[in-house]
């Protein structure tokens, strides 16, 4: 990885009232990253954001956008591009003819508006106003507008939180792909931890306004990631995995298994389950929801 495009260090923040949002966060994002930041509703991670934006301020800390303060000199924000919960852009216009305004404001060139078109999927609605496309249309005209000042590095502020499930899809994979064609740096955050398993490599977990994990996604997931197992005799089938030495859970005719990264383990146990009589009729890996994996409350 490159150099640090981001570094927050022992931020505190509290709103008027007291009511602490930051309690001593620190994290760093290196160039060509794609960071996950996860943590349930409420837990900091828009302030975290808005800190490391400069939108807004801190108690004290120190940080460092393209190794300005960008606070006290909004130009750090110049190669980035920000997509928030719900975007708002100019409504009386067709989308198309807005980004070609802010691309004569970057002075992107010629080519950029015709780009951003493609890479976000608004072929064929280009010609929309905002308030006529979708809430997926939406993000992703958001997504964009934020592509035509040609950023090293994006903030997607829980970018798929208003969308159906497809739409969701759509845009986690628009962000992924802006990553692996263009080398973006990527800092996404989400409350929903299946999505960030989509795109990110490493996730930044917050809880209560402070840091309480960061790292490689897999090491943060651990053993918390459970293998579901359907099964004609349930009991015959968690004994052949206790005696490899996995963690089982019986529930009805399911059973569940610690993975700890043992997937071909776990197979040629199940293979000695179904020649000792079971039958194993599913098998699949059970979506943990935020609080179960990360231990967030």
Known sequence: MGREILVVDDVYKTYPGGVRALHGVSLSIRKGEVVGLVGSNGSGK????????????????????????PFKDPRARENVGIVFERPTLPSGIPVKRLLEIAAKIYGAPRDAVDEAIELAGLRGHEHKSFPQLSAGLKQRAAIAHALIAQPDFIVADEPTSNLDPLERVRVIELLSRLNREKGVTLLISSHIIYEIMRVAVRVVVVSKGRVVRDGRIDEILGSNVKARIRATKPSLVAEVLRRRGFKTKILGATVYASLDGRKEALMEALLEAEKLGAYIVSFDVAEPSIEEVLSLD
Not at 48 to 69: A, F, T, Y
């Open 46 to 69: 828009t302030t975290l954001i808005k800190v490391s934006l400069g939108l807004l301020s801190r108690d004290k800390g120190r940080v460092e956008l393209n190794g300005v303060d």
